[in-house]
């Protein structure tokens, strides 16, 4: 076993694979957004278990996929 090849040793990369990265956003969004209505459901919990932030972090979660949403949608625009 070789550490190092040349480069006319090596063999091409292979092509990237096509994959749907939006739909891989949307699952992630979806399971903010339930994790969000459970936080809020036991609101009252975490707020006596002193974890009332708890309740935004679903939100970012789901803004941070919305970007993530609007990336993909421009790059795929600019691929075309």
């Known amino acids: 076993m070789r550490l ?13 694979l096509r994959t749907d990265d ?7 969004m979806l399971i903010w957004t339930l994790l969000w209505i459970a936080a809020l459901v036991w609101h009252g919990r975490l ?9 935004w972090t679903p939100p970012a979660g789901i803004v941070l996929g919305a970007l993530g949403l609007v990336y993909l949608h421009r790059r795929q625009g600019a691929g075309r």
């Open 47 to 55: 707020a006596d278990a002193d974890r009332e932030w708890w309740i």
């Open 22 to 28: 939006r739909a891989a956003v949307l699952v992630g």
């Open 4 to 16: 190092y090849l040349r480069s006319t040793d090596r063999r091409p990369d292979p092509a990237p």
